[in-house]
């Protein structure tokens, strides 16, 4: 079936550094890539997007680029912030008219 | 103003109670969505309506009924509650059913 398989976490980073959340997934066909946050106490976000191999989805400073060949899609940010600590989803979307599949998120904690 | 709104915010509950929760979205959307957290984050897909119209029903006990009065709400009603019921209950919505969706702030379950 499909499914979406993240790195487990807690990933914990000092403000500025290098950050990369590993997502791979496993579906048949060409499913659209998402990755959402989940900050503290709120709902999810949409945090960037790839419909198509080769797509690069990005958004405040956050990059993912659709793998087809190696079936990934994970998230990189050049410098991350104390702000961006949240709970992060990779996400998978078979098709419209399905629901969004989930990885089990990775939770990011970054320090001053 | 909220987008996607869900009442209540946390719900503590014996077993074998009846609950409800209510979600409702002004952002003029077709479709939306229950999903469950699980204590662990994990997020899976409960049901989604289309105007109206229930076209996901995942695996869940028959306990669990939604019900969608109008395209703008969607309520959750669970009968005889569980221990295993406890988890935060996420309300959902989207306008193409293309994986970008809105949610809102969870609705904490805690059943004792």
């Known amino acids: 079936g499909n499914s979406v398989t993240q790195m487990e976490g807690p990933v914990t980073l000092s403000e500025e550094a290098f950050l990369t959340i590993n997502c791979t997934y496993t579906?048949?066909?060409?499913?659209?890539l998402f990755w959402y946050v989940q900050y503290p106490g709120e709902g999810l976000q949409l945090l960037l997007k790839a419909t198509k191999a080769d797509d690069k989805g990005s958004n405040k400073g956050f990059e993912a680029t659709y793998r087809k060949e190696t079936t990934s899609f994970h998230l990189e940010k050049g410098s991350v912030q104390v702000s961006d600590s949240a709970v992060y989803f990779c996400?998978?979307?078979?098709?419209?008219?399905?629901?969004?599949?989930f990885g089990k998120g990775t939770t990011l904690s970054v320090s001053s | 103003d909220t987008a996607v709104s869900q009442t209540p915010k946390y719900l503590v509950t014996q077993m074998g109670n009846d609950k409800s929760i209510k979600c409702e979205q002004n952002l003029g959307h077709d479709t939306m969505y229950w999903y469950k957290q699980d204590s662990k984050k994990f997020l899976k897909i409960m049901f989604s309506?289309?105007?109206?119209?229930?076209?996901i029903n995942e695996t869940v006990p028959n306990r669990f009924s939604p019900k969608s009065p109008d395209k703008a709400h969607l309520n959750l009603h669970i009968n005889s509650l569980e221990l295993g019921d406890s988890a935060v209950y996420f309300c959902a919505s989207s306008q193409d059913q293309a994986g970008k969706a809105f949610f809102g702030q969870g609705t904490r379950l805690t059943v004792v």
């Open positions: 579906a048949t066909g060409y499913p659209s």
């Open positions: 996400a998978l979307l078979k098709q419209a008219g399905t629901a969004l599949i």
């Open positions: 309506y289309n105007n109206k119209e229930l076209i």
